[in-house]
């Protein structure tokens, strides 16, 4: 079926920027969403952009999208405490019909 | 986003409980969908309605049982339960079944003892 990939931990500093990166097998993806996950919470939207799309901004956030390979980022612009949350990376898939997400980044953010 | 709701958002039954989760959104939207979040997977679609009309069932056991009465209501009723269902159960809801974004409840965590 189809795939979607992340890496399972990211840790940076409080003020740097944070990059992170999911990887899909669907090509024929049409809509590609970033989701944030606080501790005992549902999944809150952060951003989504479009596969006619290179890059998308809105404020401190950045999504890169190389549909050649198959990857999207999302940067995080002079990261806060507050962004410590999981991160998932979800693609709807035009051969599945569905939205179908990474298992998510936990991104750490030290002081 | 107080979008979507979800009531209880912590549950604790026994194998033998009937229980229901209740979801509501207040968006206007006409798709809703239940997911299972389990440590360490992916979310898992459960179950899709369109228009009160369920058009997805993604090989869930028969001991969960989804209604959807209007379109802005999705229970997800629980019988005879087994210990690895524990999981957070998520509702969603997007405009049309489709493309459109999902929104996404709180959740509600189950442990089944």
């Known amino acids: 079926g189809e795939d979607v990939e992340q890496s399972l931990f990211l840790s940076v500093r409080e003020g740097d920027s944070s990059v992170i990166n999911c990887t899909y097998t669907d090509s024929s993806s049409t809509y590609l969403y970033w989701y944030k996950q606080e501790p005992g919470a549902g999944l809150q939207l952060l951003t989504y952009i479009f596969s006619n799309m290179d890059m998308k901004q809105d404020q401190r956030l950045t999504v890169l999208l190389n549909k050649k390979d198959k990857h999207l980022s999302l940067r995080i612009a002079d990261t806060q405490t507050g962004d410590s949350a999981i991160y998932f990376c979800a693609v709807y898939g035009g051969a599945t019909n569905k939205l179908i997400f990474g298992t998510g980044t936990l991104l750490a953010v030290q002081p | 986003e107080t979008g979507v709701t979800q009531t209880p958002r912590h549950l604790v039954m026994g194998m033998t409980n009937k229980k229901s989760l209740k979801c509501e959104q207040h968006l206007g939207h006409n798709a809703m969908y239940w997911y299972k979040q389990s440590a360490k997977k992916p979310l898992e679609l459960m179950f899709v309605y369109s228009l009160e009309e369920r058009v997805e069932n993604n090989s869930v056991p028969s001991r969960f049982s989804p209604e959807c009465p209007n379109s802005s209501h999705l229970f997800l009723h629980l019988h005879t339960l087994q210990p690895e269902d524990s999981a957070l159960y998520l509702c969603?809801?997007?405009?049309?079944?489709?493309?459109?974004?999902?929104?996404f409840g709180p959740g509600t965590r189950l442990t089944v003892l």
């Open positions: 969603a809801s997007s405009q049309e079944r489709g493309t459109d974004t999902q929104y």
